[in-house]
């Protein structure tokens, strides 16, 4: 997998990215957080709900689980869809990130 992405906005535990893979562009949520789908509202704003398209939510427990849920997602996303990733632990959003063209070197 190769993304390439760019950082559109820092949360308070995560980022914005705009990605691009292969053909397919979007948005990713990238958060630290427990996976609650109630707390997808807290960091994805009322404007992507009402946008065209799907938000696609995924939790990402551990770091070997990084590369395979973000396959998962972005295999069934649409041009216009948005993907919201929790990640449980730092070094899983750390991998989630990479997966998502975000090295650890620009997270410092």
Known sequence: ?????????????????DVTLEDLQFRAYVVLSEP?????????PQEQF???GDLHVAAIH?????????QDITFNMNPG????????????????LDELGQSPSHLN
């Open 81 to 96: 869809d948005a993907a919201v990733f929790m990640c449980v632990t730092p070094q899983a959003y750390i991998d989630a």
């Open 36 to 44: 609650d789908i109630n707390r997808v509202a807290d960091f994805v």
């Open 62 to 70: 551990s770091p070997s689980e990084a590369r395979e849920q973000i």
């Open 1 to 17: 997998m190769n993304a390439l992405s760019h950082i559109v906005k820092t949360l308070e535990h995560g980022l914005v990215l």
């Open 50 to 52: 009402e946008q065209d």
